[in-house]
């Protein structure tokens, strides 16, 4: 087992394609595919399970991995130290729900920690793919949320696919409007005051479970609904249509302006927001600055 080999897989999940991988590292992907057989070999495990669709890791390769990112970051520490070398490309990817602050904690963490060369992912997506890049390590960390309605449901699916939730904050729910929405002058709103007003919530595609909804209250029948696939569409949307969305009321002026205000929606739920992580792999550095920077964002919003 080489420290080469190591790189190898860790650059595959990054990539999650052993010819995207290959394209990356500068190899045949015969080549590429030829050092992890042999690897797998050596250690008497299969790493990737290989399917018509792709590749994704098993059970030993996610625990493989793991141990592989601490093994090549150790290594690179001890080059840093003794033989003056430069440290390589640092790889992270994080796949969350639509939350301005895990934009905010992207953005620190690259500020502050960002070296020469680096590789990093964001991914604003779908529960159910939020879920999906975790379990299969395309992600080292993943961010949604978990109410008193899905929480069987979803703490069930997360058990199954062997994942950890780890509470980040709870937060009371909230309406985001627009400034010239009249419902922004209001000190709180409750359900029936939003009834006249476009229901604004992100669609989740093939899995358009009402578990995997990113708005609490999805299941309430609405006169006007309107379904989006990213953050900014939405925002102008609320503008340009007095419509509304449901969320944690933690919203960032510097990415979203101050056209957009939030306002307490009274209703007896909670929305407990958190990382999943998998639980047979260890997070890497850059995972832990990430979390880090999370951490602080979130608490300077709530001290607010």
Known sequence: MTLQQLKYVIEIVHCGSINEAARRLFLSQPSLSKAVKEL????????????????????????????????????????????????????????????????????????????????????????????????????????LYISSFNEKVMRQLLKDEQLLFHPLFEAEPHIFVSTQNPLAQKASVTLEDLEAYPRLSFEQGEFNSFYYAEEIFSTLPRQKSIQVSDRATLFNLLIGLNGYTISTGILSEDLNGSDIVPVPLQADEAITVGWIVHEKTQLGRMAHVYLKELQAIVDLYLAK
Do not use: C, W
């Open 40 to 143: 797998e070999a050596e250690l008497g495990i299969t790493i990737f399970i290989r399917t018509s669709k792709g590749i994704t890791l098993s059970t030993d390769g996610a625990e493989f991995l793991g141990y592989a990112r601490q093994v090549v970051e150790q290594a690179e520490l001890l080059e840093g130290r003794y033989l003056n070398s430069a440290p390589s490309r640092q790889l992270f990817s994080v796949s969350t729900q639509h939350y301005a602050f895990a934009v905010n904690a992207f953005v620190e963490m690259i500020k502050k920690h960002g070296a020469d060369e680096y590789q990093f992912t964001l991914r604003e997506t779908r529960t159910y793919e939020i879920i999906e890049d975790v379990k299969n390590l395309r992600s080292e960390i993943g961010i």
